[in-house]
C-alpha cells in the first residue's frame, strides 16, 4: 500500500501541472521549461532571460549571477531545453549580441499590442477578403513580417523555428483549399485558418496570441509590403515613424501619442547600484 502512494506521489510530482504551478514572472502557465543552476526554481525560459536583463541593466557592470526572484539565491546560469539526456545552459554573462536586433520598428509594433484591436478594420475589409477568396493568393512578404511580429512580441532574435512553423500551416491550408469544388463558407474558411494559427502560436505567445491572430488576418487583408502597412497604421494612430525621433517630428501630432503601460522589475540590490 504504501509503495502505491509513494508511486502516486512519484507520478504527480513528475507530470506536467501548468493550472497549478504558473510561472513566478509572468503568471501564465510554463513555455520552454528553464531552471536556475543554483536553486533550481522554474521559469518559462524568455521570462528569467528576459528578468536578467532588466535585472543587469541596472547594473555599471554586466553581472556574472543572478538573484533568483523568489528566494534570492545567486544563480550562474539558465538551465533549459532539457530532453531527458541532454541540456542547454545559457550563463548570466553571456553576450549573445541579442540586445542589438530590438529595433525601434519591433518597439513600434510591440506597441502596437497595447492599443485597442481593430483600430485599421473600417480601412481594409478582412470579410471581404475571404468572400473574394484572396487568400488563396500567397503573400510574399508574410514570411519577413511575421519574423518581425514575433521577435517584437516575444523579444527574441532567434524565431526561425517559430516562423517556418506558422508558415508551414499557412501553406498546408492553402493547398487544402486550392481545390475547384471546395466545401465551407467563407465564414467557415476564416474561422478554420484563425484557429490553425492560434494553435502553432499559442505555446510561443500565450496571451497575446488572440491578438496576434487579428493582427495576421488583417496583414493579409491589407495586400501590402511591410512598409506601406507600417505607414497606413502610424498614420491612423498619428504616431512618429518608427525611428523617428521627437526632435525631428515638428509638425506631427505628438499628442495623440498613446500611453504605454511598462513594466517595472524591482531588485532587491537596487539601492546598492545606484
Excluded at 492553402?174 to 494559427?197: C, D, I
Excluded at 512598409?227 to 517630428?249: C, F, H, K, M
Excluded at 515638428?250 to 545606484?274: A, C, M, Q, R, W
Aim: proline share 5%; glycine share 4%.
Amino acid at each position: 500500500m504504501n509503495e502505491e502512494k509513494t508511486q502516486e506521489k512519484n507520478e504527480s510530482s513528475s507530470s506536467p501541472s501548468h493550472d497549478s504551478n504558473p510561472c513566478p514572472i509572468c503568471l501564465g502557465p510554463i513555455t520552454q521549461d528553464s531552471y536556475l543552476d543554483q536553486c533550481f526554481h522554474k521559469f518559462c525560459y524568455n521570462c528569467i532571460v528576459h528578468w536578467s536583463k532588466v535585472v543587469g541593466s541596472k547594473r555599471s557592470l554586466p553581472p556574472s549571477s543572478l538573484k533568483c526572484p523568489l528566494c534570492k539565491t545567486e544563480n550562474f546560469s539558465i538551465v533549459h531545453s532539457y530532453d531527458g539526456s541532454s541540456f542547454q545552459q545559457r550563463y548570466i554573462n553571456q553576450k549573445c549580441g541579442d540586445s542589438f536586433f530590438f529595433s525601434s520598428a519591433h518597439k513600434y509594433r510591440l506597441q502596437c499590442y497595447y492599443i485597442e484591436p481593430g483600430i485599421l478594420n473600417d480601412i481594409w475589409n478582412v470579410s471581404r477578403y475571404w468572400k473574394s477568396r484572396k487568400y488563396l493568393h500567397p503573400n510574399k512578404w508574410l514570411q519577413d513580417w511575421l519574423r518581425r511580429e514575433i521577435q517584437a512580441l516575444i523579444q527574441e532574435e532567434e524565431v526561425d523555428i517559430i516562423v517556418h512553423h506558422i508558415l508551414g500551416l499557412i501553406d498546408s491550408f492553402l493547398r487544402s483549399n486550392e481545390q475547384k469544388y471546395q466545401t465551407g463558407t467563407p465564414e467557415t474558411k476564416q474561422e478554420e485558418f484563425k484557429a490553425l494559427v492560434s494553435d502553432a502560436a499559442r505555446p510561443f505567445l500565450t496571451g497575446r496570441t488572440d491578438r496576434f491572430v487579428n493582427e495576421v488576418e488583417l496583414f493579409l487583408a491589407s495586400g501590402l509590403n511591410i512598409v506601406a502597412y507600417d505607414e497606413v497604421y502610424i498614420q491612423r494612430l498619428g504616431w512618429n515613424t518608427p525611428g523617428e525621433t521627437s526632435e525631428g517630428a515638428e509638425g506631427k501630432h505628438n499628442e495623440h501619442v498613446p500611453l504605454i503601460p511598462y513594466l517595472y522589475i524591482f531588485d532587491d540590490d537596487s539601492n546598492d547600484t545606484d
